[in-house]
């Protein structure tokens, strides 16, 4: 199966300041790759799909980037509400898996 | 208003029995693939299955595989996952996933989901 490993695992800013999520694929899955949103207690929310397309009322603040195997998510000014954990996930090749998350929090 | 209500959670004793139920409204259902996620206590998601909009086509996590079995009602709405020799590693909130389209696997809503808990 397909592992992907998300780095750092936590990363600690300050609200304004700019976020960068990086999502590593153990083999190419192309640019079939999605970012997940989700806050304590609440459903995830998709907000990146096929790498690089926002999701349905997603904030232009949210960007997706890379192919292949190494892909970034980037917040380019962090909002309060945007302290939660993120997941990246790909569809290239069954099983589907999802990454181990990164925890923004607020520093 | 796309909506999913998950039902048939709870607790069941190491090696039983439960089936799940996600109940879909706000779409044209069989023209979507489905989907179930779980997420254990405290842990990151894990997608355990998914069923094709017709439900000719499913797939299934290896940590399910042979236990698992996703199927769905297209005249119901409704998408289901019977679990059997249910282990206390399957304890985790259930979530059943929208696909964005029948041939598209990321998953763009969500329910609220149904708790397992797998424990004698």
């Known amino acids: 199966e397909v592992v992907l490993t998300q780095s750092p695992a936590t990363l600690s800013l300050s609200p304004g300041e700019r976020a960068t999520l990086s999502c590593r694929a153990s083999e190419s899955v192309s640019s079939s790759l999605a970012w997940y949103q989700q806050k304590p207690g609440q459903t995830p929310r998709l907000l990146i799909y096929?790498?690089?397309n926002r999701g349905t009322g997603i904030p232009a603040r949210f960007s997706g980037s890379g192919s292949g195997t190494d892909f970034t998510l980037t917040i380019s000014s962090l909002e309060p509400e945007d302290f939660a954990i993120y997941y990246c996930q790909q569809r290239s090749t069954w099983p589907l898996t999802f990454g181990g998350g990164t925890k923004v929090e607020i520093k | 208003e796309v909506q999913m209500l998950e039902s048939g959670g709870g607790l069941v004793e190491p090696g039983g029995s439960l089936r799940l139920s996600c109940a879909a409204s706000g779409f044209t259902f069989n023209n979507f693939a489905m989907n179930w996620v779980r997420q254990a206590p405290g842990r990151g998601l894990e997608w355990v299955s998914a069923?094709?909009?017709?439900?000719?086509?499913?797939n299934y996590a290896d940590s399910v595989k042979g236990r698992f079995t996703v199927s769905r009602d297209n005249s119901k709405n409704t998408v289901y996952l019977q679990m059997n020799s249910l282990r206390a590693e399957d304890t985790a909130v259930y979530y059943c996933?929208?696909?964005?389209?029948?041939?598209?696997?990321?998953?763009?809503?969500w329910g609220q989901g149904t708790l397992v808990t797998v424990s004698s």
């Open positions: 096929d790498a690089s």
């Open positions: 996933a929208k696909g964005m389209n029948d041939w598209t696997y990321f998953f763009d809503y």
């Open positions: 069923i094709s909009g017709i439900g000719d086509l499913t």
